[in-house]
C-alpha cells in the first residue's frame, strides 16, 4: 500500500471538492463492512453507498462484465459529484479497478485487496488461507500481489480457497441458515488441515459471518480483512490532497440498491449499525 499510498497522494488537490461525498460500491451488502470502518475513521464525509445486488454474485461474472458495469456505475457516482469512489469489493477491484484507472485517471479511486501483506507479518507458521470469490482467487491481479509478497518469502504457504456461494448467501441473508454453515464447514477443512494461523477475509461480505468462521478455528488463529486499513488509506490521502471535509458535524449517508425488497431497510440497518436506513431504488439503465 506504500507505493501506490505515494502514488494516490501527490495526485491533484482535492480542495475544491473537499465538501463533496465519497461514493462506496459493493455487488450487495458486504460492502457495508467496509463502509463500518469508513464511517468510524472519517465521521465528519457523507458517504453514498450503492449495492448492485441485482447483479450479486460478481464472483461468477466475466472480467468485461465487470468493467462495462462498473463503468457505468462510476458515471453515476461521479455525476453525483463524488471526490472518491472506493470500491469496496475485492471482485469488483480485481476485474475492473486497472481498467477503471485507465478510463478515470483523475478520479481518486481506492480499490480493495485481500490482506496478504498484513497476513505475513502477523503469521508465526508461515502458513496463511486466503477466502474470497472464485473471480479473486483466479484474477491476474491476485496473482501478481502473491507474485509480489509471498514469492520473495522463503517458505511461506498461502492456501487460496474460492468459497463459491457464500457471497450470495450472506447477500440473501442467510448468515445463519443451516447450508450457509455446512458451506463455511466445506470451505474451511481444507484450512483446518494446513494449520493455517492466520485466515484472510478476502471478500467484503464474509465479516458478516466471522463468527461462524471463528467457530470453527483453533483459538490462536487470526482472522483479518482490509475494512480498517483501508479506511486509513482514504482518510491519509484525502488528508495528503486537502480533500477532508472541513464541516464539524457528522456526515450523512446515503443508501441505494439496484433491487429492493420490503425487509432491505431493516436488513441494512442491522448490517450498518445505523437506526436510520432507507434504501433507495437506483436504475443504471433509465439514468
Ligand atoms: N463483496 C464482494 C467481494 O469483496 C464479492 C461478492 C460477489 O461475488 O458479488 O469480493
Known amino acids: 500500500m506504500m507505493m501506490s499510498f505515494l502514488r494516490a497522494a501527490q495526485g491533484p488537490s482535492l480542495a475544491a471538492q473537499a465538501c463533496a461525498p465519497i461514493g462506496v460500491f459493493d455487488s450487495g451488502i458486504g460492502g457495508l463492512s467496509v463502509w463500518r470502518h469508513l464511517r468510524a475513521t472519517l465521521p465528519h464525509e457523507d458517504f453514498i453507498y450503492v449495492a448492485d445486488n441485482a447483479n450479486v454474485p460478481y464472483g461468477d461474472k466475466p472480467e468485461e462484465w465487470i468493467q462495462a458495469r462498473m463503468v457505468q456505475m462510476f458515471d453515476w457516482f461521479l455525476a453525483q459529484g463524488c471526490k472518491a469512489i472506493v470500491i469496496a469489493c475485492n471482485t469488483a477491484t480485481a476485474a475492473a479497478a486497472t481498467h477503471l484507472r485507465g478510463v478515470y485517471p483523475d478520479v481518486f479511486i481506492v480499490g480493495l485487496e485481500p490482506a496478504i501483506k498484513p497476513a505475513l507479518l502477523l503469521t508465526k507458521n508461515h502458513s496463511i488461507a ?25 517458505n511461506m504457504a498461502v492456501l487460496s480457497i474460492p468459497c463459491v456461494g457464500l457471497a450470495e448467501r450472506i447477500d440473501a441473508g442467510l448468515m445463519d441458515a443451516p447450508d450457509t454453515l455446512d458451506l463455511i464447514k466445506q470451505y474451511l477443512k481444507p484450512v483446518q488441515a494446513a494449520q493455517a494461523d492466520v485466515v484472510v477475509l478476502g471478500c467484503t461480505h464474509y465479516p458478516f459471518v466471522v463468527q461462524h468462521i471463528r467457530a470453527l478455528l483453533d483459538k490462536n488463529v487470526q482472522i483479518i480483512d482490509s475494512g480498517a486499513p483501508v479506511a486509513r488509506y482514504t482518510k491519509d490521502v484525502l488528508c495528503a490532497r486537502h480533500g477532508l471535509n472541513p464541516q464539524q458535524i457528522e456526515g450523512y449517508s446515503r443508501w441505494y440498491a439496484s433491487s429492493l425488497s420490503p425487509d432491505s431497510d431493516e436488513h441494512w440497518r442491522i448490517l450498518s449499525g445505523q437506526a436510520d436506513v432507507r434504501v433507495q431504488q437506483i436504475n443504471l439503465e433509465r439514468e
Open 130 to 154: 486466503m477466502l474470497a470469490t472464485a473471480r479473486t482467487v483466479q484474477s491476474a491481479k491476485y496473482e501478481a500481489l502473491l507474485k509480489r509478497t509471498v514469492l520473495p518469502e522463503l
